[in-house]
Protein backbone atom coordinates (compact mmCIF):
# COMPACT_ATOMS: atom_id res chain seq x y z
CA UNK A 1 0.00 0.00 0.00
CA UNK A 2 1.26 3.22 -0.82
CA UNK A 3 2.94 5.32 2.41
CA UNK A 4 0.45 8.05 2.05
CA UNK A 5 -3.12 6.15 2.52
CA UNK A 6 -1.15 4.58 5.80
CA UNK A 7 -1.89 8.30 7.33
CA UNK A 8 -4.39 9.68 9.08
CA UNK A 9 -6.04 12.73 8.15
CA UNK A 10 -3.87 15.08 10.97
CA UNK A 11 -1.07 13.65 9.61
CA UNK A 12 -1.61 14.35 5.88
CA UNK A 13 -2.66 17.70 6.90
CA UNK A 14 -0.12 18.57 9.30
CA UNK A 15 2.81 17.40 5.94
CA UNK A 16 1.06 19.35 3.77
CA UNK A 17 0.95 22.91 6.05
CA UNK A 18 4.42 22.12 7.28
CA UNK A 19 5.66 22.33 3.24
CA UNK A 20 3.44 25.07 2.42
CA UNK A 21 4.81 27.32 5.38
CA UNK A 22 8.37 26.16 4.90
CA UNK A 23 8.86 24.79 7.84
CA UNK A 24 9.14 21.05 6.27
CA UNK A 25 11.81 21.01 3.26
CA UNK A 26 12.87 18.69 1.46
CA UNK A 27 14.84 15.99 0.98
CA UNK A 28 12.95 14.99 3.90
CA UNK A 29 14.50 13.10 7.14
CA UNK A 30 13.31 11.03 9.89
CA UNK A 31 13.78 13.57 11.94
CA UNK A 32 11.84 16.35 10.33
CA UNK A 33 9.01 14.16 9.25
CA UNK A 34 8.86 12.72 13.03
CA UNK A 35 6.73 15.47 14.62
CA UNK A 36 3.83 14.38 11.80
CA UNK A 37 4.75 10.65 11.78
CA UNK A 38 5.20 7.65 13.96
CA UNK A 39 5.83 4.46 14.45
CA UNK A 40 6.68 2.10 11.23
CA UNK A 41 5.02 4.15 8.74
CA UNK A 42 7.73 7.03 9.23
CA UNK A 43 11.10 5.57 6.62
CA UNK A 44 8.36 4.75 3.98
CA UNK A 45 7.05 8.50 3.94
CA UNK A 46 10.00 9.62 4.13
CA UNK A 47 11.21 7.73 0.98
CA UNK A 48 7.60 8.78 -0.69
CA UNK A 49 8.38 12.24 -0.02
CA UNK A 50 11.94 11.76 -1.44
CA UNK A 51 10.69 10.02 -4.11
CA UNK A 52 8.07 12.35 -5.23
CA UNK A 53 10.62 15.26 -5.17
CA UNK A 54 13.15 13.96 -7.19
CA UNK A 55 10.76 12.49 -10.23
CA UNK A 56 10.53 16.54 -10.09
CA UNK A 57 7.29 17.33 -8.01
CA UNK A 58 7.24 20.67 -6.39
CA UNK A 59 6.95 21.34 -2.48
CA UNK A 60 3.44 22.86 -3.50
CA UNK A 61 2.71 20.11 -5.82
CA UNK A 62 3.31 17.35 -3.16
CA UNK A 63 1.29 19.80 -0.21
CA UNK A 64 -1.80 19.29 -2.88
CA UNK A 65 -1.69 16.16 -3.36
CA UNK A 66 -1.78 15.51 0.23
CA UNK A 67 -4.60 17.78 0.58
CA UNK A 68 -6.50 15.90 -1.78
CA UNK A 69 -6.05 13.00 -0.14
CA UNK A 70 -6.96 14.61 2.69
CA UNK A 71 -10.40 15.85 1.58
CA UNK A 72 -11.19 12.53 -0.19
CA UNK A 73 -10.44 10.66 3.37
CA UNK A 74 -12.82 13.00 4.91
CA UNK A 75 -15.42 12.70 2.04
CA UNK A 76 -15.02 8.50 2.45
CA UNK A 77 -15.73 9.27 6.36
CA UNK A 78 -19.12 10.62 5.69
CA UNK A 79 -20.52 8.17 3.38
CA UNK A 80 -19.29 5.50 6.00
CA UNK A 81 -20.85 7.26 8.41
CA UNK A 82 -24.83 7.06 6.68
CA UNK A 83 -24.40 3.80 6.89
CA UNK A 84 -25.69 1.34 9.68
CA UNK A 85 -25.61 -2.29 10.01
CA UNK A 86 -28.86 -3.98 11.73
CA UNK A 87 -29.14 -6.68 13.27
CA UNK A 88 -31.52 -9.44 14.52
CA UNK A 89 -29.97 -12.46 16.44
CA UNK A 90 -27.75 -13.08 19.11
CA UNK A 91 -25.02 -10.31 20.32
CA UNK A 92 -21.37 -11.13 19.32
CA UNK A 93 -18.61 -9.52 21.31
CA UNK A 94 -17.00 -6.62 19.27
CA UNK A 95 -19.99 -6.57 16.69
CA UNK A 96 -20.63 -3.14 15.31
CA UNK A 97 -24.22 -3.65 14.67
CA UNK A 98 -27.84 -1.54 15.63
CA UNK A 99 -30.62 -3.71 16.99
CA UNK A 100 -33.83 -4.33 14.22
CA UNK A 101 -36.53 -3.29 16.91
CA UNK A 102 -34.67 0.01 17.76
CA UNK A 103 -33.79 1.15 14.74
CA UNK A 104 -37.55 0.48 13.31
CA UNK A 105 -38.99 2.07 16.81
CA UNK A 106 -36.47 4.92 15.78
CA UNK A 107 -37.89 5.62 12.27
CA UNK A 108 -40.96 5.45 13.11
CA UNK A 109 -40.98 7.79 16.21
CA UNK A 110 -39.33 10.36 13.81
CA UNK A 111 -41.36 10.46 10.89
CA UNK A 112 -42.55 13.60 9.86
CA UNK A 113 -43.96 13.68 6.62
CA UNK A 114 -44.04 10.18 5.15
CA UNK A 115 -43.48 6.08 5.21
CA UNK A 116 -43.17 3.39 3.53
CA UNK A 117 -43.42 0.11 4.38
CA UNK A 118 -42.97 -2.99 2.48
CA UNK A 119 -43.04 -6.47 4.06
CA UNK A 120 -43.59 -10.13 2.91
CA UNK A 121 -45.54 -11.20 6.46
CA UNK A 122 -46.75 -8.91 9.40
CA UNK A 123 -47.74 -10.42 12.75
CA UNK A 124 -51.14 -10.21 13.99
CA UNK A 125 -52.76 -9.95 17.61
CA UNK A 126 -50.78 -8.18 20.61
CA UNK A 127 -47.08 -8.36 18.60
CA UNK A 128 -48.59 -6.86 15.78
CA UNK A 129 -49.99 -4.35 17.82
CA UNK A 130 -46.68 -4.25 19.63
CA UNK A 131 -44.55 -3.62 16.16
CA UNK A 132 -46.43 -0.97 14.96
CA UNK A 133 -47.94 1.06 17.70
CA UNK A 134 -45.26 3.53 17.67
CA UNK A 135 -46.55 4.30 14.25
CA UNK A 136 -49.81 4.22 14.67
CA UNK A 137 -49.55 6.62 17.07
CA UNK A 138 -47.24 9.11 15.34
CA UNK A 139 -49.93 9.16 12.82
CA UNK A 140 -52.53 10.17 15.02
CA UNK A 141 -50.72 12.95 16.36
CA UNK A 142 -50.09 14.33 13.37
CA UNK A 143 -52.42 14.63 10.63
CA UNK A 144 -49.67 15.08 7.65
CA UNK A 145 -47.89 12.11 7.96
CA UNK A 146 -48.43 10.02 5.03
CA UNK A 147 -47.97 6.45 5.41
CA UNK A 148 -48.18 3.53 2.67
CA UNK A 149 -48.16 -0.28 3.35
CA UNK A 150 -47.04 -2.81 0.94
CA UNK A 151 -47.87 -6.23 1.95
CA UNK A 152 -48.18 -9.77 0.56
CA UNK A 153 -51.34 -10.84 0.65
CA UNK A 154 -51.84 -14.25 -0.31
CA UNK A 155 -53.70 -17.55 -1.24
CA UNK A 156 -53.14 -20.50 0.32
CA UNK A 157 -52.52 -23.59 -1.71
CA UNK A 158 -55.87 -25.05 -3.05
CA UNK A 159 -57.70 -22.13 -1.76
CA UNK A 160 -60.69 -21.05 -4.42
CA UNK A 161 -61.80 -18.31 -2.50
CA UNK A 162 -62.53 -15.45 -4.73
CA UNK A 163 -60.14 -12.84 -4.43
CA UNK A 164 -62.58 -10.36 -3.85
CA UNK A 165 -63.51 -12.38 -0.51
CA UNK A 166 -59.89 -12.61 0.21
CA UNK A 167 -59.12 -9.13 -0.05
CA UNK A 168 -62.20 -8.51 2.21
CA UNK A 169 -60.70 -10.91 5.26
CA UNK A 170 -57.71 -9.32 5.24
CA UNK A 171 -58.20 -5.90 5.45
CA UNK A 172 -60.95 -6.95 7.86
CA UNK A 173 -57.97 -8.88 10.27
CA UNK A 174 -55.18 -5.98 9.29
CA UNK A 175 -57.88 -3.52 11.09
CA UNK A 176 -59.00 -5.68 13.83
CA UNK A 177 -55.80 -7.49 14.68
CA UNK A 178 -52.80 -5.56 13.45
CA UNK A 179 -53.25 -1.78 13.45
CA UNK A 180 -54.02 -0.19 16.98
CA UNK A 181 -54.19 3.55 15.85
CA UNK A 182 -57.18 5.23 14.76
CA UNK A 183 -56.25 6.46 11.45
CA UNK A 184 -55.06 3.79 8.93
CA UNK A 185 -52.17 3.58 6.48
CA UNK A 186 -53.07 2.95 2.90
CA UNK A 187 -52.14 -0.58 1.98
CA UNK A 188 -51.42 -2.05 -1.30
CA UNK A 189 -50.68 -5.34 -2.77
CA UNK A 190 -49.36 -7.77 -5.89
CA UNK A 191 -52.02 -9.10 -6.69
CA UNK A 192 -50.42 -11.60 -8.78
CA UNK A 193 -50.06 -13.55 -5.21
CA UNK A 194 -53.24 -14.19 -5.83
CA UNK A 195 -53.51 -16.00 -8.60
CA UNK A 196 -54.27 -19.42 -8.80
CA UNK A 197 -52.40 -20.45 -11.51
CA UNK A 198 -48.76 -21.60 -9.54
CA UNK A 199 -47.08 -20.63 -13.19
CA UNK A 200 -48.04 -17.12 -13.49
CA UNK A 201 -48.13 -16.68 -9.29
CA UNK A 202 -45.82 -14.34 -7.62
CA UNK A 203 -45.10 -12.65 -4.17
CA UNK A 204 -44.63 -9.51 -2.49
CA UNK A 205 -41.32 -10.28 -1.06
CA UNK A 206 -39.51 -7.39 -0.25
CA UNK A 207 -38.64 -5.90 3.36
CA UNK A 208 -37.95 -2.06 3.70
CA UNK A 209 -39.05 1.47 5.37
CA UNK A 210 -38.49 4.59 3.67
CA UNK A 211 -38.73 7.74 6.44
CA UNK A 212 -39.05 11.47 4.95
CA UNK A 213 -37.36 10.00 1.94
CA UNK A 214 -34.36 10.62 3.61
CA UNK A 215 -33.66 7.24 5.48
CA UNK A 216 -34.13 3.96 4.56
CA UNK A 217 -33.78 0.56 5.80
CA UNK A 218 -33.45 -2.35 4.18
CA UNK A 219 -33.83 -5.70 5.70
CA UNK A 220 -34.01 -9.41 5.38
CA UNK A 221 -36.59 -8.98 8.62
CA UNK A 222 -40.40 -9.17 8.30
CA UNK A 223 -42.41 -7.23 10.58
CA UNK A 224 -42.70 -9.99 13.18
CA UNK A 225 -41.90 -10.20 16.19
CA UNK A 226 -39.34 -12.94 15.87
CA UNK A 227 -37.62 -10.96 12.91
CA UNK A 228 -37.70 -7.95 15.13
CA UNK A 229 -36.12 -9.90 18.48
CA UNK A 230 -35.42 -13.63 18.19
CA UNK A 231 -34.47 -14.45 14.25
CA UNK A 232 -31.14 -13.85 13.20
CA UNK A 233 -31.61 -11.01 10.40
CA UNK A 234 -29.21 -8.66 8.70
CA UNK A 235 -30.31 -5.49 7.21
CA UNK A 236 -28.54 -1.64 6.67
CA UNK A 237 -29.99 1.30 7.43
CA UNK A 238 -29.10 4.26 5.00
CA UNK A 239 -29.08 8.16 5.43
CA UNK A 240 -29.01 8.68 1.70
CA UNK A 241 -31.99 11.03 0.37
CA UNK A 242 -30.64 9.84 -3.28
CA UNK A 243 -31.46 6.26 -1.94
CA UNK A 244 -34.47 6.65 -0.57
CA UNK A 245 -36.35 8.78 -2.77
CA UNK A 246 -35.17 6.26 -5.76
CA UNK A 247 -36.83 3.08 -3.36
CA UNK A 248 -39.94 5.12 -2.74
CA UNK A 249 -40.26 5.94 -6.48
CA UNK A 250 -40.15 2.39 -7.45
CA UNK A 251 -42.97 1.40 -5.17
CA UNK A 252 -45.33 4.68 -6.39
CA UNK A 253 -44.58 3.69 -10.10
CA UNK A 254 -45.24 0.24 -9.90
CA UNK A 255 -49.07 1.77 -8.44
CA UNK A 256 -49.23 4.87 -11.28
CA UNK A 257 -48.83 1.09 -13.67
CA UNK A 258 -51.00 -0.77 -11.47
CA UNK A 259 -49.02 -3.57 -10.79
CA UNK A 260 -49.19 -3.19 -7.11
CA UNK A 261 -52.65 -2.50 -6.34
CA UNK A 262 -54.49 -0.71 -2.85
CA UNK A 263 -56.20 -3.79 -0.82
CA UNK A 264 -60.31 -2.08 -0.78
CA UNK A 265 -61.06 -0.54 2.33
CA UNK A 266 -57.20 0.07 3.76
Known amino acids: MAPFLLLSRPALNGIAEALETGRLRLPATSVSISS???????????????QLHQQGMTVSHIAYMLR????????????????????T???VLGAES???????RELFSSAASSVLISSFAIDQGAK?????????????????????????VKR????????SALL???????????????RLPEVF????????????????????????????????????????????????LLSNRVTARAIRSQFEMLVTQKILQRVPGL
Request: charged fraction near 20%; aromatic fraction near 8%; hydrophobic fraction near 40%.
Open 89 to 91: GPE
Open 156 to 163: QYNNTTPT
Open 36 to 50: YVIGSHLSKVVAELN
Open 98 to 104: RDTGIVV
Open 128 to 152: GYELFRPLANRMDANPDLNVRMFLN
Open 189 to 236: HDPRALELSTHSNACLHAKCVVVDEERVFITSANFTEAAHQRNIEAGV
Open 168 to 182: RQFAETFRQHVWPGQ
Open 68 to 87: LLSSERAASQVKQDQIDLVW
